[in-house]
């Protein structure tokens, strides 16, 4: 009989288990789970008594108890009278034969992978942020989570409603092609009225992100000889996307007014625009440009794809209503992001479009993914119906326009030589440097010193892009050290300058 493990090593297991989001109870099951199913305790093996673990561990019994009745009753433990309990051979048995083959079992890959790929996506530029970007002191990154501002006991009561027998027997079925009615009816009447948008449920259709939107539009709409017309510089994976359906991606150039609208608009198929907030420039189209485009759109039968990714936030009150809102002849492919403000991780966006393309866009999203998590839908519409978006949304908005004006403040005062776009909202700043200081050479002294920044070169079209640009973002830092932060970048900056001045011979 396979022999039980010894007292320390349980110390051991739950050591390894003992994390802060499992009770006491989850950190014992975890710990046995594991060592079952890693082979470290075999099919048959006796554990020890509640009262033996309970000592082991220096916990108490009926902590014990719980946890072996619960794996009991999952299968992975039996209960047998007077010999207490033992690892289930028969739910192991065939897994327990399988073995990871030995070094000199390997055999040396056989197919050249490389030299049949048709497209090598992990070639294209695009914005790289460290993993672990959370543990340097200045984090100057656009769009990552802020655990402060986030309404963690809002979030948790909503997920938990949506666990109500009669929620789950909504999302739980496979819903092939069809959305969560009630995220649907709560998008159409409570955020894109926001924003001006009025829309029936069969003109929207859920997403994995607005980055799944944009993948959606362009595997449907584009193909190699397709003419889009991207913003330069521009959201890199956007062009990213395109790029891997047509080769005919047409740059356009932005000022302080956003896109500029001119006659190049009009050989184009698709345009690609932010009007809200231009990516990565941070400006706003203002009304009457918006409506020059519509109206150069419609004479040239141009179809318009508006990212409205950042359209909630705004510093000086109510925004300019959407791009979306004065389309009148359904010219205007309008893609908005709910995770966006709330958390990255939630990945749920929306696309709002013509019937005829959305339901078309549901056959595509059914062979991609089938739909998004029908749990996360329903979590979200109560979040939004309860009014805890909302009110999370004027959060994020103080917050952020606090942020924003330290860093502009903090810019002026410690990096005068540097020109910042003017911005009235948004999480981030386009910052211009001086011309002796490159800006990926920058970048990777600051991210020594801590300070972690976001280079311009990735979001032009161009390899070597005229300008030196970079992107500081200020929605994930906390508010105390954006000084501190700047301060320090400021000194990497007169480095380099200092490094960089000719010398001058007597």
């Known amino acids: 009989m396979a022999q039980p493990l010894q007292g320390a090593m349980w110390k051991q297991l739950l050591q390894r288990s003992a994390r802060e989001n499992l009770t006491l109870q989850g950190q014992i099951r975890e710990m046995l789970v594991s060592a079952i199913l890693d082979g470290q305790l075999k099919p048959g093996t006796p554990v020890p008594s509640s009262r033996e673990l309970a000592t082991e561990l220096g916990v108490g019994r009926i902590t014990v108890v719980l946890t072996y009745q619960q794996l ?108 969560d009615d009630s995220l649907v009816e709560q998008i159409c009447t409570r955020v894109l009225p926001r924003r001006g948008v009025w829309a029936t449920a069969d003109q929207l259709m859920i997403t994995v992100g607005a980055q799944h939107a944009l993948y959606m539009v362009a595997d449907l709409l584009m193909r190699e000889r397709t003419r889009v017309g991207i913003e330069d510089p521009c959201y890199p994976d956007a062009r990213n996307i395109f790029t891997r359906r047509t080769a005919k991606i047409v740059p356009l150039p932005v000022d302080d007014n956003g896109l500029i609208v001119d006659d190049r608009l009009r050989e184009l198929d698709y345009l690609y625009t932010t009007p809200s907030h231009q990516c990565p420039t ?65 990945r749920i966006g929306y696309i709002v479009a013509a019937p005829e393309l959305i339901s078309e866009l549901r056959a595509l999203r059914r062979l991609m993914i089938r739909h998004p998590s029908s749990f996360l839908q329903r979590s979200l519409s109560l979040f939004i119906s309860l ?31 540097c020109a910042v776009t003017p911005f009235d909202g948004g999480g981030s700043c386009w910052v211009q440097l001086p011309d002796n200081v490159p800006a990926t050479e920058l970048a990777e002294r600051a991210a020594k010193q801590g300070v972690l920044i976001e280079p311009g070169d990735v979001f032009f079209q161009a390899l070597q892009p005229a300008g030196n640009f970079v992107r500081l973002g200020f929605q994930s830092i906390n508010a105390r050290v954006i000084d501190e932060g700047i301060s320090t970048l400021a000194a990497v900056i007169a480095a380099l300058q200092k490094r960089r001045q000719p010398t001058l011979i007597g």
């Open 387 to 417: 009014g805890y978006n909302d009110a999370h949304l004027k959060r994020l908005a103080q917050a952020q326009k606090e942020r924003g004006a330290l860093m502009l403040d903090a810019l002026a005062r410690h990096t005068p030589q």
């Open 282 to 346: 941070g400006v706003t189209m203002p009304l009457h440009r918006r409506k020059e485009l519509l109206r150069l759109a419609d004479a040239s039968d141009l179809v318009i794809i508006e990212d409205d990714f950042e359209s909630e936030n705004n510093f000086a009150g109510n925004p300019i209503p959407a791009l979306k809102s004065l389309d009148r002849n359904e010219r205007v492919i309008y893609i908005g992001s709910l995770s966006k403000s709330l958390a990255p991780g939630l």
């Open 72 to 179: 009991v009753d999952d299968g992975y433990l039996v209960s047998r009278e007077r010999k207490g309990h033992f690892v289930c051979s028969a739910l192991l048995g065939e897994r327990m034969q399988a073995r990871i083959p030995a070094d000199s079992e390997r055999q040396a890959p056989s197919i050249a992978w490389t030299q049949r790929l048709h497209q090598r996506p992990s070639a294209q530029r695009s914005i790289v942020k460290p993993a672990n970007w959370q543990k340097s002191p200045y984090p100057f990154l656009y769009g990552q989570f802020d655990e402060s501002l986030f309404p963690t006991a809002a979030w948790r009561e909503c997920c938990h409603k949506a666990l109500s027998v009669l929620d789950i027997r909504d999302w739980a079925p496979d819903q092939i092609t069809r959305d």
